[in-house]
């Protein structure tokens, strides 16, 4: 990833409000719901029909200054092939990184108020459109672009017009049978918590060397608590991004006892790989929206921090009823809750010794600086 300099990040005024007003288009293109999403937010930020809207609304520099700098999608390694494949980044996702960068002076840059103001606006803007009945003729071209169509019988309800909203769809619940859990009968093996390209690094501070650069990540921030954050000092992290077009509903990595649910405001960044891995940029992990539930380990009696971040353009974060209280019982692989509308993300973390993550996911994390794609129950490590 490239670096930056306090001069670099200063685009300017013009091309701030040009940003602005790019997003606030893509997010109104949105509500044409006989329109696949991509042919407008989801068209690949790489097109040539991408490059000539963005000149057109944004400064040509400024557009040509970041193309230069940042790459415009991600490289990821298929677990079960090893293939590794290129995910170009969605408009939407551009706009979020050009608004990422703006300021003269770092501290400055992404805690613009009017960046903040804007980023809450639109997010919440595509909640309420995505929760109106009027949003379900999105269902179908979505399913479409995304090549939906061949994983609608996993789901609970297969039917796409029996969803009322297509905020129903985006966090709709798939059968259990879809996702077996891998050596479900053993306790000490600790699983995927959702359908995601995901890094698993052994020590937290691996995971700041190798994949969030970003200034101001530490675990007191990420969970709001320096009590809390002690336990795992010294300890391992997965953490686990879900795009746009996947199951967008996250499970328990252990079996346990809830023993916190803490949710903490914060501001709708883009979680994208660009941001997080870029150096000299905002962390945001510690800057958005998140909850963090703390459980203890059944097996061990460990505790193991599991946060929901919530991401550009993501409306809510809703855990599954009665498991946001404290004495809940969940097991490996239960669904603990979902995200509607957007990316989000995932981070397990676990105190030292408690897991050996799995080797593959290890090196792809380290040595390929790549995200792996897993799904729902997959293996990540085990205690040993």
């Known amino acids: 990833m490239a670096s930056t300099s306090t001069a670099e990040n200063d685009l300017g005024d013009a091309g701030l409000e040009a940003s602005a007003k790019a997003l606030d288009t893509l997010t109104t293109m949105a509500q044409n719901h006989n329109q696949p999403p991509q042919s407008h937010i989801h068209i690949s930020g790489m097109s040539e029909k991408a490059h000539t809207w963005l000149k057109e609304v944004i400064p040509p520099s400024t557009v040509d200054n970041l193309e230069f700098r940042y790459h415009m999608g991600n490289y990821v390694i298929d677990r079960q092939t090893g293939e590794k494949t290129f995910e170009e980044m969605s408009i939407y996702v551009r706009v979020g990184m050009h608004l990422l960068f703006y ?193 203890q380990r059944s097996s061990t009696g460990a505790p193991i921090a599991i946060v929901a971040v919530g991401a550009m353009l993501v409306g809510s974060i809703k855990y599954m009823p009665g498991l946001d209280q404290v004495g809940a019982q969940v097991k490996r692989g239960q669904c603990l809750g979902a995200f509607y509308y957007g990316g989000s993300t995932v981070i397990v973390l676990y105190p030292k010794g408690e897991v050996i993550l799995d080797d593959d996911l290890v090196k792809n994390s380290i040595e390929h600086n790549c995200e792996t794609l897993m799904k729902v129950g997959w293996r990540t490590g085990l205690k040993k």
């Not at 840059?109 to 009017?114: D, E, V």
């Not at 609970?156 to 966090?171: H, I, M, Q, R, S």
């Not at 328990?252 to 649910?261: E, F, K, L, M, Y």
């Open 103 to 295: 300021g003269s002076e770092q501290k400055k840059a992404l805690h613009w108020k009017r960046t903040l103001k804007l980023l809450e606006e639109q997010s919440h803007k595509m909640g309420r459109e995505y929760d109106s009945p009027a949003s379900k003729q999105h269902i179908i071209p979505f399913i479409t672009s995304f090549n939906l169509q061949e994983g609608l019988h996993e789901l609970v309800e297969p039917d796409p017009d029996k969803y009322l909203t297509f905020n129903a769809f985006f966090g709709r619940q798939i059968k259990d049978s879809a996702r077996p859990i891998v050596d479900s009968e053993n306790d000490l093996v600790t699983s995927s918590p959702a359908d995601c390209r995901l890094t698993a690094f052994p020590h937290i501070d691996l995971a700041t060397k190798y994949w969030i650069k970003g200034f101001g990540f530490t675990l007191e921030r990420l969970l709001g608590s320096s009590e809390l954050a002690a336990q795992f000092d010294g300890g391992s992290i997965v953490i686990s991004r879900l795009a746009p077009q996947d199951y967008h509903r996250w499970h328990a990595p252990v079996s346990g006892t809830v023993r916190g649910i803490k949710d903490i405001p914060g501001a709708y960044y883009t979680v994208n790989p660009q941001a997080v891995c870029q150096p000299g940029t905002l962390d945001v992990f510690c800057e958005n929206k998140r909850s963090v539930m703390t459980l």
